[in-house]
């Protein structure tokens, strides 16, 4: 599975980004979606899930200002960020759990810069 991420860029404190992420191949192995992120100096944090029923589950750092949607007809996902602040910024990554395919391994996309100025 293939997961391609766009959508990023540099937006002002206060403002709105929305990222899109592209899943092909064989998607069909696709359980849960998600999105992670990482900023300069630190480790790979989680954003949110959505599993393929669209149950999600928020970081507390952004809950009430980004939300997740899943488009399965057309294997997209898509984070609408709100209310970006500077702490947001970072390298953003899609991320796809293929349990549902014995001996597949989960994808990442190549991950789409998010840069909030403040």
């Known amino acids: 599975v293939q997961l391609v991420e766009s959508g990023g860029g540099l937006v002002q404190a206060g403002g709105s980004l929305r990222l899109s992420c592209a899943a092909s191949?064989?998607?069909?192995?696709?359980?849960?979606m998600g999105w992670y992120r990482q900023a300069p100096g630190k480790e790979r944090e989680l954003v949110v899930v959505?599993?393929?029923?669209?149950?999600?589950n928020y970081a507390d750092s952004v809950k009430g200002r980004f939300t997740i949607s899943r488009d399965n007809a057309e294997n997209t996902l898509y984070l609408q960020m709100n209310s970006l602040k500077a702490e947001d910024t970072a390298v953003y990554y899609c991320?796809?759990?293929?349990?549902?395919?014995?001996?597949?391994?989960?994808?990442w996309g190549q991950g789409t810069q998010v840069t909030v100025s403040s």
């Open positions: 191949g064989d998607t069909i192995c696709i359980s849960a």
């Open positions: 959505i599993t393929s029923g669209g149950h999600t």
């Open positions: 991320y796809a759990d293929l349990s549902k395919c014995s001996g597949y391994v989960n994808s």
